[in-house]
Each structure stands twice: as structure tokens, then as C-alpha cells.
């Protein structure tokens, strides 16, 4: 098939998940949740001044336009104003969006590129020592809970040993550096256990194919069995996960943005959390989710550019 | 041969899991913790985890074996009351879980059609909302407590489930023995209840295993971003209170209660590998 | 005379498993000539392919362990040789093909690709001569248009093709020996005629040795000059093809050409049914005292069954081997 066949495909099939995502969001922030107002305006307001407000976040429209208001959000990216701060929440998120990358971005780079390289050395040496101590400790480091890291952390290289900055976050390149760099390392070991067992399974999965006892009975040495042989054919599975990751990543950063001070998305989420701001909540949930099927999009694409009996079948 | 799961494979993969030890101490633990659930629940143990017995911010000592918080509460007694709480969430949160996605992948699966794609549609749109943002909208919406914590951990692991046990029952429904009993009359129910579903009782063992640990782990972050539990201890609570406490050099419920929560998901951590590699049919060839 | 290029004295290969260490290549030693085929056949489980894996030493480890024996070839003691000594071989003097052509080709690259790796680590030679290689062998096994031909991957190719790429890639280093494992097992009825039909013409032209692993007995009469019968890790027959096939002298040898089935059948005479050998292969960790073939045998006998050991494999007839209390008799003993 085509590729751009399957991409209009892939394009037609998102349509009814993007209803029912805006139906579910709809559902619960406009239907479960209620009416605001009360918690806003605290127990004195008038009626009329209820109204005023209810008018002003739009919920005195019928049922549908509520849920038509949802959708066009989500392509307008217009999510009106924090109930805290005022302030449009757009811009908000634009500029949040930036600072966590700076935090995500470079801490994804290194985590894929040290689990894979841990994977490969994992299989590499399959069944023996190195190996089982690798699980062994990925296991155990993805038993501790994250906010043991990053208490610990936190408290033991800023605090006492001084080496880097408590909490606080300074833009422009490179004053923000200093306060990255802590936090990046414990979003490398939060996530660094996982990834390596799944890139391990992943290769190791491959191993035991046909094609690598044709490789090695070619007289290839195992290096290049691993990496040229098995690596291109794990290469798939590898993508997906890379792609999947990235909307993911900008939320876990949620604990080690608020602890660090650091104002991403993760830190307007908290912030919003803390303050009950409803419309900051809300517009975060629709936005991951936007990108969210986008790079699912993107992956499933990829997947048939990589592999060869995909692409021309 | 009605069945691609004969008992002796049950045993054979059981006696296999029970040769290693560490298999065997981890089952330990989670029985261990369990009990220690169930005696919290009734009353026996840490009953009195709320009063105040020391001093504030005593440090372990013979009197007091994990020390006192701030108000001078025993610290050992809220771990065991916190162990009630996240043994309570992950088997509850689990059942809810499982009976879903094995209903809606069951039903899927086996019969197709419109009701198939109804099932697929809404897990996808369940799945394209990132895990952490819907769980933090449930629980910021139906409000503090433990039933929001059900509800909110239930939603979000059905999920995995479901897909797993529709892929299988896809799988296995056109298999001989079904088309066998077909041949002889059975209903679509009893095939379903009776001979299908034993053959993917390995992904709802596998799978509980998770989604337990899983469970207790969102708990606790719940639980410390003020999402979750209020009204009792919870190991986040106390990880959420060690953030000031570090600061005055009180160290204790902080390292405890990771310890108490570390050992409890490493246990099932390797309860599910062991689970995994005795129990899944691909791996087992090997 | 013709000149022996490969030989196999005693090896011994091991495996440790959950229910302890069983020996499926339990002692075989055979001799490969230049130009000749050796056939060696079994049921599943009787070790052949091991013993081919042995050879080529990629009998995984630390699970599987090749214990003593020795593998001659061109005067070296393959089993003596470093990892690396070893790789030149592989590939280069002894080269395997394997019965699953399906999954045996690396999906994701293309074959023209395949071929070009197998030239190129033996040889150092450039790219474009690589290629030019690669066309040429994908000439020799009869594949059209093969600078097309090249380019593809190999899914879009018939299991045939792709057999005959492995064929082209294991003899891209024109290698002494040829191992086959179950080549053809794999394919319809036609093709494995043709691609049997082209490995007999290739070894004229190469005057390659050929090992040839196959359950098939009719195989084993097509092609094998001659043949080593293997059941629970030993030799148990070896004999040239025709005198195996006209004279058997092992009673699991006899029970494996009875359940060929046969045109005879049926005309004309009294129905005789398909003879099987009833029982099945042993547990190899739990191999009786004596003959491993005793619970199967219809002429067992006491003896058979313990103080002296397992019969030892000795020549019964010139040049004709048996491992047998009491092998059959032809009209050649006295």
C-alpha cells in the first residue's frame, strides 16, 4: 500500500478517537465537575454576580456548545484565562513548554542513549554475570519511588554537598544550565531502569531469530551480529518507544519540576493542582492528549519507513 | 484435549517458579504484607497510630523503633497503617481493573462486529489521555478519598488488560476445542466462560501482579501531591511531610517509608517476571 | 581414492538443562571426502543437528558445551582453534545452510546486501567486485535476472529463491565443505527436486564435500554416496548409500526404510501396512543401560540390556558399520 494511503488511513481512524477524547474530557470537567462558581466567588457572592461569572466561563451555554467549546480548544489553542493568575493560558503554556524542554530534552537524549547502550551490553553477554547484575539493578532502581530520588537527591547533592543549585530556574541559554542539571540526572534515573529491561527484552527477543545463526555461521564476530544484524531489525520497536515517550516525558517531569522550581508544564500543572485551577488542568489534559495521538501518528509512520515488509506489502 | 492449559502445566509452571528462592521469598513478602494489612484492618495492629506517644521528631530509639513524626506519632505504627492502605488500593484497584478489561476484552474479542469496534474506540480514547493527566483530573474532580483513588486507578489500568485478553480470546476462538464444542452445542456464554477463559487465565495472573504494584505506586504519588488519601497515613503522606523534615534532619519517615514501600514492589516486580517466564506460552518454548 | 577433507573423531557435546546434563552428541566420529556427500539421518532428536553445530562450534554457550573429540580439517584441530581463528573458517572453508529459509535471511536488509557481507569479511576485496560476485553466484544457483534480483528484500521472494540465496551466500567463499541442514524440508516437492539437482551439480564443479542432515530417506537415495544413521546421540549405522539401502544391518535402520512408502504397496500383494517403529525416541536423561534403542527393538535381547555397555559401533561387513548385539544378516556372513 501507499504510504500516503496509509497515512490518510491512519489520518480517518484519529477522527473518532479525538471525539471521544473531547467527549471524555467533556465529561469530566464540564458534567462531573459542576459548577465552579460557588468555590470561586466564595460563600458571599450575590446571584447576580454567579451569573455574571457563569456567563463568563461560558457555562450558562446548553450541553453541546460546552463540548463544541472543547473541541474548538483544542484547535484554536485558546484556553482562556487561569483562575489564579488571570492570565491567558496560552501563553502561559507556550512559555512553559519551552523551559521544560530545556529540562527534557537533553535528559531524553542521554537516557536512550545510555539504556541502549546497556541493553546491547546486557545482550551482548546474555545469561552471564554483567547481565544478571544489570537486571538486578534496574530492577531494584524501578522499585524505589521517585520522590525517593528526589528528596534524596535534592537534599544531598544541593543541600548538604552544595554541588548544585536547590530550586529556581533562570531562562536563556545557558543561565538555565546550573539549575538543569540536578534534576536532569534524576529524571535519567527515573526512567533509566525501565528502558533498559525494555530494550533488553527488545534485542534479546531478536537473538533468538533465524537470521542471527545465518549471521554468525557467515563467520561474523558477535559485535557485529549484535549491532549491525540485530540492532537495524530492533530498530522498530526501538522508534515506537522513543516516540511514545516524548508526550509522556513532559508530564512525569511534574514532581521534579515543582521540587526544583522549576516553571515547565510540569510546574504550571502542580501550581494549578495546588490552587484548584480548573481551566490550567483542563487545558494541559487536552493538549497532552493532542500530541499524544500526533505521535502515535508519527510512529506508526515510521514504523513503515523502517521496516521494509511494512512499507511494501 | 479440551484445553491448551491442562493442569499439569499449571503445576509444572508453579514447581518451576517454587525451585527459586527468591522467587519463593518474594511470594514471602507480599504474604507478609498482606497479613499485616489484614491485622491493620481489624484493628489488632497500629490501632492507635494517631495518638501521641513521644516526643515531636524523635529519632529511632529502643521505645520508639522508626521514631515520631512532628506531632509525636509513631512512625512504625503509620508504615503499618500505610501498608493496610496500599495493600487495600492495589488488590481493589486490581479486581476493579481485571473484571473490566477481562469482560470488555472477553466480549470484544469473541464476538466482533460493532460491539468489537464500540470496545476498541473506547479504550483508545481512554489511552490517548496521557496516564498521569487522567488521573490527576479524576481525582482533582471526584475529590479527595478513597473511592475517587478506585475509581480514578481503576480507569486507568483497564486498559493494558483489556487489549491483552481480547487479543488472546481473538486468538484462541478459532482454535479446534472451540470449534469442538461448538460442534456439540455449546452456548457462546459457556464457550466463552468455560473454555476460552481458562486458557487466558495467564494473562490475568501476570497481569494482576502488575497492575497491583502499579496501583500502590500511583497511590503514593497521589498521595503526595494531596490527591489522594487524607484522612489516614499513606506512604506518600509521609514522604510528602519529609520534604520539610529533611530540612531539620529528621530522616526517618522518609527512609522508612520508601524502604516499606521499596520492598513490597520489588517483591512483585519479581513475583511478575517469575509470573511471566513460567506462564508465557512464547516464552516457554525457549 | 578419494581425498578426505573433513574429519570428525569422537565429539562429545553437552547441554546442562533444569534436569541436569544430558549428551546429545554422545562419541561421533565420520569422515567427509572431496566431492562426495555424506547424509546423516535421524528422527528429531537423535542429534544431527547439533553435530552439524558442533562443527561449525556455534553451540551456544555457557547452556551447551562441545566437552573432547576432534574436528580435522586441512590438518588443523577445529576444536583447538581461538574464537577469532575460528570465524575465518566459518563462512569461508565450512559453510551452513539451514532448513527455514523463511526466517534465516535477515528481513530488513536486501539480499544483493547479504551476499556482499559474506564476500567481503573473507575477502578483501571492493565493493563493486563484491557485487559483481554476488551476481555471478545468484548465476550459478539459477536465479534469473539477478542483478535485479539483488536489490530485493526477502520477503518478496519464494521460499525456492530464497534457499538458492542461501546456497550462493554459503558458497560465496568457494568452502571445502557444505553443510546442509534439512534443506529442503522446507519446500514444496518440485523445488526440493531442483534445488537437490543443484547442489549435486555444484559439488561437481566445486568439488565440495557435502553434509547432508535429513530425516528423509528418500533424500538420503538421491543424492548421499554415503550415509551415517544416528539415533540418541550416536552413530548407530554408516555405510555406503547403496549397501545401507540393499543390506541393513541395524534393526532401527531396517525399521526406518520399512516405513518408506512404496508403489509396491497395494499391487498385488497382501496389504501390508506401513510399518512404523513403535515407541518413541528416549528422554536423553534417561537412557537405559546398555543399547539406547532396547525398548523399541524387536530383536532384543538380554544382553542388550546392560553389563556390557552400549554396543560399540564396528564393522560388520567391509567397509559397513554397526553399532549391534545382534546386527542382520545377509547372504555375505558365514
Given at each position: 500500500m501507499n504510504l500516503y494511503n496509509y497515512i490518510f488511513r491512519r489520518l480517518l481512524y484519529v477522527i473518532p478517537i479525538v471525539m471521544g477524547v473531547s467527549l471524555l474530557i467533556f465529561v469530566i470537567f464540564n458534567v462531573v465537575a459542576g459548577d465552579p462558581t460557588a468555590i470561586l466567588l466564595?460563600?458571599?457572592?450575590?446571584l447576580k454576580q454567579m451569573a455574571e461569572l457563569r456567563h463568563e466561563l461560558g457555562l450558562d451555554r446548553s450541553w453541546l456548545m460546552q463540548y463544541l467549546d472543547i473541541l474548538k480548544s483544542a484547535f484554536?489553542?485558546?484556553?482562556?484565562?487561569?483562575?489564579?493568575?488571570?492570565?491567558?493560558?496560552a501563553p502561559m503554556i507556550g512559555t512553559a513548554a519551552g523551559v521544560s524542554f530545556t529540562l527534557v530534552i537533553p535528559a531524553f537524549i542521554v537516557t536512550s542513549i545510555l539504556s541502549i547502550s546497556i541493553a546491547l551490553i546486557a545482550a551482548f553477554y546474555r545469561g552471564r554475570l554483567v547481565d544478571r547484575s544489570l537486571v538486578v539493578v534496574s530492577v531494584i532502581m524501578m522499585s524505589i519511588s521517585g520522590l525517593t530520588y528526589i528528596l534524596l537527591g535534592q537534599w544531598l547533592f544541593?543541600?548538604?554537598?552544595?554541588?548544585?543549585?536547590i530550586a529556581g530556574y533562570e531562562y536563556g541559554f545557558p543561565h538555565f544550565i546550573p539549575y538543569i542539571v540536578l534534576p536532569g540526572i534524576i529524571l535519567v534515573i527515573l526512567s533509566i531502569g525501565y528502558e533498559v529491561r525494555f530494550y533488553r527484552t527488545v534485542i534479546l527477543d531478536e537473538m533468538y531469530q533465524d537470521y542471527v545463526r545465518t549471521a554468525r555461521a557467515k563467520g561474523l564476530p558477535e559485535w557485529m551480529v549484535l549491532f549491525k544484524h540485530i540492532l537495524k531489525n530492533a530498530m522498530v520497536s526501538i522508534i515506537t518507544n522513543l516516540i511514545i515517550q516524548l508526550p509522556a516525558l513532559l508530564l512525569g517531569t511534574l514532581l521534579v519540576e515543582s521540587f526544583f522550581g522549576i516553571p515547565g508544564l510540569g510546574g504550571i500543572t502542580m501550581h494549578a493542582i495546588n490552587n484548584s485551577d480548573f481551566p490550567i488542568i483542563k487545558a494541559m489534559t487536552i493538549i497532552s492528549t493532542v500530541f499524544y495521538i500526533i505521535f502515535n501518528l508519527i510512529t506508526d509512520v515510521l514504523y513503515t519507513l523502517v521496516d521494509p515488509r511494512i512499507r511494501l506489502s | 484435549m479440551t484445553r491448551a492449559f491442562t493442569k499439569s502445566i499449571w503445576i509444572q509452571a508453579f514447581s518451576r517458579m517454587a525451585k527459586s528462592k527468591l522467587t519463593i521469598t518474594a511470594l514471602v513478602v507480599v504474604i507478609g504484607y498482606s497479613l499485616i494489612a489484614l491485622l491493620a484492618h481489624w484493628g489488632i495492629?497500629?490501632?492507635?497510630?494517631?495518638?501521641?506517644?513521644?516526643?515531636?521528631?524523635?529519632?529511632?530509639?529502643?521505645?520508639?523503633w522508626f521514631g515520631t513524626d512532628i506531632f509525636g506519632r509513631s512512625v512504625f505504627a503509620k508504615i503499618v497503617k500505610s501498608t493496610e492502605v496500599a495493600m487495600n488500593v492495589g488488590f481493589v484497584v486490581s479486581i476493579i481493573a481485571i473484571t473490566i478489561g477481562v469482560v470488555l476484552g472477553a466480549i470484544g474479542g469473541y464476538f466482533g462486529g460493532v460491539v468489537d469496534e464500540l470496545i476498541v474506540w473506547i479504550y483508545s480514547t481512554l489511552a490517548a489521555i496521557p496516564n498521569i493527566m487522567l488521573l490527576i483530573s479524576l481525582t482533582f474532580i471526584l475529590g479527595k478519598g478513597i473511592l475517587a483513588i478506585y475509581i480514578a486507578l481503576g480507569m486507568t489500568n483497564w486498559v493494558e488488560i483489556c487489549r491483552l485478553i481480547r487479543g488472546e480470546v481473538i486468538r484462541q476462538k478459532d482454535r479446534e476445542y472451540v470449534q469442538a464444542a461448538t460442534a456439540i452445542g455449546a452456548s457462546s456464554f459457556s464457550k466463552l466462560a468455560l473454555h476460552i477463559l481458562p486458557n487466558v487465565m495467564h494473562i490475568v495472573i501476570i497481569q494482576f501482579s502488575a497492575i497491583f504494584q502499579s496501583a500502590i505506586k500511583s497511590e503514593v504519588i497521589l498521595s503526595y501531591l494531596g490527591?489522594?488519601?487524607?484522612n489516614g497515613p499513606s506512604w506518600g503522606v509521609m514522604i510528602n511531610d519529609a520534604k520539610v523534615e529533611l530540612m531539620q534532619g529528621a530522616w526517618w519517615q522518609l527512609i522508612f517509608s520508601t524502604m516499606a514501600m521499596f520492598l513490597i514492589v520489588l517483591a512483585f516486580n519479581i513475583l511478575s517476571d517469575a509470573l511471566r517466564d513460567a506462564l508465557d506460552p512464547k516464552l516457554r518454548g525457549k | 581414492m578419494p581425498e578426505k577433507i573433513l574429519t570428525v573423531e569422537k565429539l562429545v557435546t553437552q547441554f546442562n538443562t533444569e534436569q541436569g546434563v544430558i549428551t546429545p552428541v554422545n562419541g561421533v566420529s565420520f569422515t567427509v571426502y572431496k566431492g562426495k556427500t555424506l547424509g546423516i539421518v535421524g528422527?528429531?532428536?537423535?542429534?544431527k543437528s547439533l553435530t552439524a553445530l558442533s562443527i561449525m562450534r556455534l553451540i551456544a554457550q555457557p547452556m551447551g558445551n562441545i566437552v573432547s573429540g576432534h574436528i580435522w580439517l586441512e590438518g588443523q584441530d577445529l576444536l583447538q582453534l581461538s574464537t577469532r581463528a575460528m570465524r575465518t573458517i566459518r563462512g569461508n572453508k565450512i559453510s551452513m545452510i539451514f532448513q527455514e529459509p523463511m526466517t534465516s535471511?535477515?528481513?530488513?536488509?536486501t539480499v544483493g546486501y547479504q551476499i556482499r557481507e559474506a564476500i567481503t569479511f573473507h575477502q578483501k576485496v571492493s565493493r563493486k567486485e563484491a557485487e559483481n560476485q554476488a551476481i555471478e553466484l545468484l548465476t550459478l544457483v539459477g536465479i534469473p535476472a539477478p542483478e535485479k534480483r539483488?536489490?530485493?528484500?526477502?520477503?518478496?521472494?519464494s521460499g525456492g529463491m530464497r534457499q538458492r540465496i542461501m546456497i550462493a551466500m554459503a558458497l560465496s567463499s568457494r568452502p571445502a565443505v557444505l553443510i546442509a541442514d534439512e534443506?529442503?524440508?522446507?519446500?514444496?516437492v518440485t523445488i526440493q527436486a531442483q534445488i537437490l539437482d543443484l547442489m549435486a551439480k555444484l559439488q561437481e564443479e566445486l568439488e565440495m564435500g557435502i553434509i547432508l542432515i535429513t530425516h528423509d530417506l528418500g533424500v538420503v537415495a538421491e543424492v548421499c554416496h554415503e550415509v551415517a544413521v544416528m539415533y540418541a546421540g550416536k552413530i548407530i549405522e554408516y555405510a555406503p548409500v547403496e549397501e545401507l539401502f540393499k543390506y541393513p544391518k541395524h534393526p532401527y535402520t531396517q525399521g526406518l526404510l520399512a516405513?518408506?512408502?512404496?508403489?509396491?504397496?497395494?499391487?498385488?500383494?497382501?496389504?501390508?501396512r506401513l510399518e512404523t517403529i513403535k515407541g518413541v525416541v528416549p528422554n536423553l536423561n534417561q537412557l537405559p543401560l546398555g543399547c539406547s534403542f532396547q525398548d523399541r527393538c524387536?530383536?532384543?535381547?538380554?544382553?542388550?540390556?546392560?553389563?556390557?555397555?552400549p554396543p560399540p559401533l564396528e564393522e560388520?561387513?567391509?567397509n559397513h558399520l554397526a553399532a549391534c548385539f545382534h546386527p542382520l544378516k545377509d547372504h555375505r556372513d558365514k
Amino acid at each position: 500500500m501507499n504510504l500516503y494511503n496509509y497515512i490518510f488511513r491512519r489520518l480517518l481512524y484519529v477522527i473518532p478517537i479525538v471525539m471521544g477524547v473531547s467527549l471524555l474530557i467533556f465529561v469530566i470537567f464540564n458534567v462531573v465537575a459542576g459548577d465552579p462558581t460557588a468555590i470561586l466567588l466564595g460563600k458571599h457572592a450575590s446571584l447576580k454576580q454567579m451569573a455574571e461569572l457563569r456567563h463568563e466561563l461560558g457555562l450558562d451555554r446548553s450541553w453541546l456548545m460546552q463540548y463544541l467549546d472543547i473541541l474548538k480548544s483544542a484547535f484554536t489553542f485558546n484556553f482562556g484565562r487561569s483562575w489564579s493568575t488571570k492570565q491567558l493560558i496560552a501563553p502561559m503554556i507556550g512559555t512553559a513548554a519551552g523551559v521544560s524542554f530545556t529540562l527534557v530534552i537533553p535528559a531524553f537524549i542521554v537516557t536512550s542513549i545510555l539504556s541502549i547502550s546497556i541493553a546491547l551490553i546486557a545482550a551482548f553477554y546474555r545469561g552471564r554475570l554483567v547481565d544478571r547484575s544489570l537486571v538486578v539493578v534496574s530492577v531494584i532502581m524501578m522499585s524505589i519511588s521517585g520522590l525517593t530520588y528526589i528528596l534524596l537527591g535534592q537534599w544531598l547533592f544541593a543541600y548538604k554537598l552544595g554541588w548544585f543549585e536547590i530550586a529556581g530556574y533562570e531562562y536563556g541559554f545557558p543561565h538555565f544550565i546550573p539549575y538543569i542539571v540536578l534534576p536532569g540526572i534524576i529524571l535519567v534515573i527515573l526512567s533509566i531502569g525501565y528502558e533498559v529491561r525494555f530494550y533488553r527484552t527488545v534485542i534479546l527477543d531478536e537473538m533468538y531469530q533465524d537470521y542471527v545463526r545465518t549471521a554468525r555461521a557467515k563467520g561474523l564476530p558477535e559485535w557485529m551480529v549484535l549491532f549491525k544484524h540485530i540492532l537495524k531489525n530492533a530498530m522498530v520497536s526501538i522508534i515506537t518507544n522513543l516516540i511514545i515517550q516524548l508526550p509522556a516525558l513532559l508530564l512525569g517531569t511534574l514532581l521534579v519540576e515543582s521540587f526544583f522550581g522549576i516553571p515547565g508544564l510540569g510546574g504550571i500543572t502542580m501550581h494549578a493542582i495546588n490552587n484548584s485551577d480548573f481551566p490550567i488542568i483542563k487545558a494541559m489534559t487536552i493538549i497532552s492528549t493532542v500530541f499524544y495521538i500526533i505521535f502515535n501518528l508519527i510512529t506508526d509512520v515510521l514504523y513503515t519507513l523502517v521496516d521494509p515488509r511494512i512499507r511494501l506489502s | 484435549m479440551t484445553r491448551a492449559f491442562t493442569k499439569s502445566i499449571w503445576i509444572q509452571a508453579f514447581s518451576r517458579m517454587a525451585k527459586s528462592k527468591l522467587t519463593i521469598t518474594a511470594l514471602v513478602v507480599v504474604i507478609g504484607y498482606s497479613l499485616i494489612a489484614l491485622l491493620a484492618h481489624w484493628g489488632i495492629l497500629a490501632n492507635d497510630w494517631q495518638l501521641e506517644i513521644g516526643n515531636s521528631y524523635e529519632a529511632p530509639n529502643i521505645h520508639h523503633w522508626f521514631g515520631t513524626d512532628i506531632f509525636g506519632r509513631s512512625v512504625f505504627a503509620k508504615i503499618v497503617k500505610s501498608t493496610e492502605v496500599a495493600m487495600n488500593v492495589g488488590f481493589v484497584v486490581s479486581i476493579i481493573a481485571i473484571t473490566i478489561g477481562v469482560v470488555l476484552g472477553a466480549i470484544g474479542g469473541y464476538f466482533g462486529g460493532v460491539v468489537d469496534e464500540l470496545i476498541v474506540w473506547i479504550y483508545s480514547t481512554l489511552a490517548a489521555i496521557p496516564n498521569i493527566m487522567l488521573l490527576i483530573s479524576l481525582t482533582f474532580i471526584l475529590g479527595k478519598g478513597i473511592l475517587a483513588i478506585y475509581i480514578a486507578l481503576g480507569m486507568t489500568n483497564w486498559v493494558e488488560i483489556c487489549r491483552l485478553i481480547r487479543g488472546e480470546v481473538i486468538r484462541q476462538k478459532d482454535r479446534e476445542y472451540v470449534q469442538a464444542a461448538t460442534a456439540i452445542g455449546a452456548s457462546s456464554f459457556s464457550k466463552l466462560a468455560l473454555h476460552i477463559l481458562p486458557n487466558v487465565m495467564h494473562i490475568v495472573i501476570i497481569q494482576f501482579s502488575a497492575i497491583f504494584q502499579s496501583a500502590i505506586k500511583s497511590e503514593v504519588i497521589l498521595s503526595y501531591l494531596g490527591l489522594g488519601i487524607q484522612n489516614g497515613p499513606s506512604w506518600g503522606v509521609m514522604i510528602n511531610d519529609a520534604k520539610v523534615e529533611l530540612m531539620q534532619g529528621a530522616w526517618w519517615q522518609l527512609i522508612f517509608s520508601t524502604m516499606a514501600m521499596f520492598l513490597i514492589v520489588l517483591a512483585f516486580n519479581i513475583l511478575s517476571d517469575a509470573l511471566r517466564d513460567a506462564l508465557d506460552p512464547k516464552l516457554r518454548g525457549k | 581414492m578419494p581425498e578426505k577433507i573433513l574429519t570428525v573423531e569422537k565429539l562429545v557435546t553437552q547441554f546442562n538443562t533444569e534436569q541436569g546434563v544430558i549428551t546429545p552428541v554422545n562419541g561421533v566420529s565420520f569422515t567427509v571426502y572431496k566431492g562426495k556427500t555424506l547424509g546423516i539421518v535421524g528422527e528429531s532428536g537423535s542429534g544431527k543437528s547439533l553435530t552439524a553445530l558442533s562443527i561449525m562450534r556455534l553451540i551456544a554457550q555457557p547452556m551447551g558445551n562441545i566437552v573432547s573429540g576432534h574436528i580435522w580439517l586441512e590438518g588443523q584441530d577445529l576444536l583447538q582453534l581461538s574464537t577469532r581463528a575460528m570465524r575465518t573458517i566459518r563462512g569461508n572453508k565450512i559453510s551452513m545452510i539451514f532448513q527455514e529459509p523463511m526466517t534465516s535471511l535477515n528481513p530488513v536488509f536486501t539480499v544483493g546486501y547479504q551476499i556482499r557481507e559474506a564476500i567481503t569479511f573473507h575477502q578483501k576485496v571492493s565493493r563493486k567486485e563484491a557485487e559483481n560476485q554476488a551476481i555471478e553466484l545468484l548465476t550459478l544457483v539459477g536465479i534469473p535476472a539477478p542483478e535485479k534480483r539483488i536489490h530485493e528484500y526477502p520477503h518478496q521472494l519464494s521460499g525456492g529463491m530464497r534457499q538458492r540465496i542461501m546456497i550462493a551466500m554459503a558458497l560465496s567463499s568457494r568452502p571445502a565443505v557444505l553443510i546442509a541442514d534439512e534443506p529442503t524440508t522446507a519446500l514444496d516437492v518440485t523445488i526440493q527436486a531442483q534445488i537437490l539437482d543443484l547442489m549435486a551439480k555444484l559439488q561437481e564443479e566445486l568439488e565440495m564435500g557435502i553434509i547432508l542432515i535429513t530425516h528423509d530417506l528418500g533424500v538420503v537415495a538421491e543424492v548421499c554416496h554415503e550415509v551415517a544413521v544416528m539415533y540418541a546421540g550416536k552413530i548407530i549405522e554408516y555405510a555406503p548409500v547403496e549397501e545401507l539401502f540393499k543390506y541393513p544391518k541395524h534393526p532401527y535402520t531396517q525399521g526406518l526404510l520399512a516405513s518408506i512408502p512404496s508403489l509396491e504397496m497395494g499391487q498385488g500383494q497382501t496389504h501390508k501396512r506401513l510399518e512404523t517403529i513403535k515407541g518413541v525416541v528416549p528422554n536423553l536423561n534417561q537412557l537405559p543401560l546398555g543399547c539406547s534403542f532396547q525398548d523399541r527393538c524387536y530383536k532384543v535381547q538380554q544382553d542388550c540390556k546392560g553389563e556390557q555397555g552400549p554396543p560399540p559401533l564396528e564393522e560388520k561387513v567391509p567397509n559397513h558399520l554397526a553399532a549391534c548385539f545382534h546386527p542382520l544378516k545377509d547372504h555375505r556372513d558365514k
